[in-house]
C-alpha cells in the first residue's frame, strides 16, 4: 500500500495474482465570494479523483514498475476584501502505475456575488478497466448577517439578523 510519494513497486516472486486500486488526487475546492450588503455564494467543492481498479495474473506486472501518488488541490484563496468574487481551487494530479493512470479531480468553481460555484468534474480513465468517478456539488448561496430589517436597510431600524457568509461546496 502505497498513500504518498513516488518510486518503483516491483512484484514478489512468489506472487500468483494481482490486484491494483489507483485513486487520483482530488480537487481543491473554491472559495466563497465576500460581500457586506448582499449574499455570498460559497465555492464548490473539487471532485474526487478518478478510480482505476484491474486484476489480474502477475505475469502481467512483472519486473519493476514505476508509480506516483496522485495529490490533493489546493482550495481557492479566501476573500479579504468586500465585493470579491471567489477564487478556483486547483486540480487533483493522477495517481499512476506503470501505464496505468488514475486522473486527478477537477477544482471547484469560485463563489460569486450570490451563486455558489460549480463543483469540480471528474475524468474516467479510459484503461479497460473498471473505473468510477465523484462530482463535487455546487456550493450554496451565502447570507447576510448584520443590524437592520433588511440588507438594504441594514443599520437603519436596529433589528439584528444575521455578517455575510458563504455557503459550502461539497
Not at 498513500?3 to 485513486?23: D, H, K, M, Q, R
Not at 467543492?45 to 506486472?61: C, D, I
Not at 450570490?114 to 462530482?135: D, F, K, R
Given at each position: 500500500?502505497?498513500?504518498?510519494?513516488?518510486?518503483?513497486?516491483?512484484?514478489?516472486?512468489?506472487?500468483?495474482?494481482?490486484?491494483?486500486?489507483?485513486?487520483?488526487?482530488?480537487?481543491?475546492?473554491?472559495?466563497?465570494?465576500?460581500?457586506?450588503?448582499?449574499?455570498?455564494?460559497?465555492?464548490?467543492?473539487?471532485?474526487?479523483?478518478?478510480?482505476?481498479?484491474?486484476?489480474?495474473?502477475?505475469?502481467?506486472?512483472?519486473?519493476?514498475?514505476?508509480?506516483?501518488?496522485?495529490?490533493?488541490?489546493?482550495?481557492?484563496?479566501?476573500?479579504?476584501?468586500?465585493?470579491?468574487?471567489?477564487s478556483?481551487?486547483?486540480?487533483?494530479?493522477?495517481?499512476?502505475?506503470?501505464?496505468?493512470?488514475?486522473?486527478?479531480?477537477?477544482?471547484?468553481?469560485?463563489?460569486?456575488?450570490?451563486?455558489?460555484?460549480?463543483?469540480?468534474?471528474?475524468?474516467?480513465?479510459?484503461?479497460?478497466?473498471?473505473a468510477?468517478?465523484?462530482l463535487?456539488?455546487?456550493?450554496?448561496?451565502?447570507?447576510?448577517?448584520?443590524?437592520?430589517?433588511?440588507?438594504?436597510?441594514?443599520?437603519?431600524?436596529?433589528?439584528?439578523?444575521?455578517?455575510?457568509?458563504?455557503?459550502?461546496?461539497?
Amino acid at each position: 500500500t502505497y498513500t504518498s510519494g513516488s518510486g518503483t513497486w516491483t512484484i514478489n516472486a512468489s506472487t500468483i495474482w494481482v490486484e491494483v486500486f489507483l485513486y487520483g488526487g482530488g480537487g481543491g475546492g473554491g472559495s466563497g465570494a465576500k460581500s457586506s450588503s448582499t449574499s455570498s455564494g460559497g465555492g464548490g467543492g473539487g471532485a474526487g479523483g478518478s478510480t482505476v481498479h484491474v486484476k489480474g495474473s502477475s505475469t502481467v506486472f512483472g519486473g519493476g514498475l514505476a508509480y506516483v501518488v496522485g495529490g490533493g488541490g489546493g482550495g481557492g484563496s479566501s476573500q479579504t476584501v468586500n465585493g470579491q468574487n471567489g477564487s478556483i481551487g486547483t486540480g487533483g494530479t493522477p495517481t499512476t502505475l506503470g501505464s496505468l493512470s488514475a486522473a486527478g479531480g477537477l477544482p471547484g468553481a469560485a463563489g460569486t456575488g450570490g451563486t455558489g460555484g460549480a463543483g469540480g468534474t471528474t475524468t474516467i480513465s479510459q484503461e479497460n478497466v473498471v473505473a468510477s468517478a465523484a462530482l463535487g456539488l455546487p456550493g450554496a448561496a451565502g447570507s447576510f448577517t448584520g443590524i437592520g430589517s433588511s440588507a438594504a436597510s441594514a443599520g437603519t431600524s436596529g433589528i439584528p439578523f444575521s455578517v455575510p457568509t458563504g455557503g459550502g461546496g461539497g
